[in-house]
């Protein structure tokens, strides 16, 4: 079988054609998706994308998913997940609710489900509000966390001593730390001439600038979709057989062999998810 893989990041397997926008690994090949998928028609059985669709402006989504079309053979699949607007949206009432009662835990995850609802969406920066709170390692609704997005933090009344866990390892706190930083925070950088000249002569404007860079970089959330426009969506665009999975079922043979959707341990790895199949 011929299993395509877009948009893989660091979630790819060897068996699978894996593209990202840039190449970290010998299997993963650079390519902007925004110019198409570069493959003839009717190559793959099986088009994979996870946490990619919402980077798509609501304009660009379509001609997107129709490009998925083209390169799957007829009968092909295609398996898609995206954060999940519906499950975000009754977990940010039910913690309202409970917020509005005085209880003090639901606050707390009051505060973190409005982070995912918004911050991915309006942040300027690398990693934003989001990723401040993962650089630290801990936080006191850590298990609320952990069930929402899959990355485990120590609650705040643990030791150093404790473990961080995401998807894919344990490592110290400290450690963690400091590998979380260095992904989810903006550290200064050298400028190069470029950005040097500009700032020379944009003077304060520089700022608007850097931010508009920022947005424009594909690291934020251009749109959310729930199971009712996900489906929509691909209904729009001829696939028919239109489905929810969970993250461990799936008409793709070995399915869960790959580790994209759960972890070796069978866990999930972004519980924040819808999953949605269609054939061609």
């Known amino acids: 079988m011929k299993l395509l893989n877009l948009g893989c990041g660091s979630r790819f397997h060897k068996d699978w054609t894996n593209i990202d926008f840039v190449s970290r690994d010998k299997h993963v090949t650079a390519y902007d998706l925004l110019k198409g998928i570069p493959y003839p028609d009717n190559f793959f059985d099986v088009v ?4 990619l669709l919402e980077h798509f402006s609501k304009t660009d989504a379509p001609g997107f998913i129709k490009e998925c079309y083209r390169v799957l053979k007829p009968g092909g699949t295609i398996r898609i997940a995206v954060p999940d607007l519906e499950r975000i949206v009754k977990t940010y009432l039910e913690q309202l609710e409970l917020a509005l009662r005085g209880n003090k835990e639901a606050e707390l995850n009051y505060e973190w489900i409005m982070l995912e609802m918004y911050d991915q ?3 300027n920066f690398s990693g934003g509000e989001m990723g401040k709170l993962y650089a630290q390692g801990y936080a006191p609704n850590a298990d609320f966390i952990y069930h929402r997005v899959g990355i485990r933090l120590i609650k705040e009344n643990e030791g150093e001593g404790d473990t961080i866990t995401n998807s894919r390892l344990s490592i110290s706190v400290k450690d963690a730390a400091k590998k979380l930083a260095r992904k989810y925070s903006k550290l200064p950088t050298q400028l190069s001439v470029k950005d040097s000249l500009l700032k020379l002569i944009l003077g304060r404007d520089y700022r608007f600038y850097e931010v508009g ?7 934020v959330h251009l749109r959310m979709y729930d199971r009712f426009s996900l489906s929509r969506l691909l209904n729009d665009s001829n696939l028919s057989e239109i489905r929810v999975c969970t993250p461990w079922e799936s008409c ?3 399915w869960t062999s790959f580790h994209l959707d759960t972890n070796p341990d069978g866990t999930v790895y972004k519980p924040d998810s819808v999953y949605i199949e269609a054939n061609k």
Do not use: A
């Open 48 to 51: 994979y994308h996870s946490h």
């Open 252 to 254: 793709i043979p070995n």
């Open 121 to 123: 969406t309006v942040r």
């Open 213 to 219: 860079k920022f947005r424009l970089s594909g690291e």
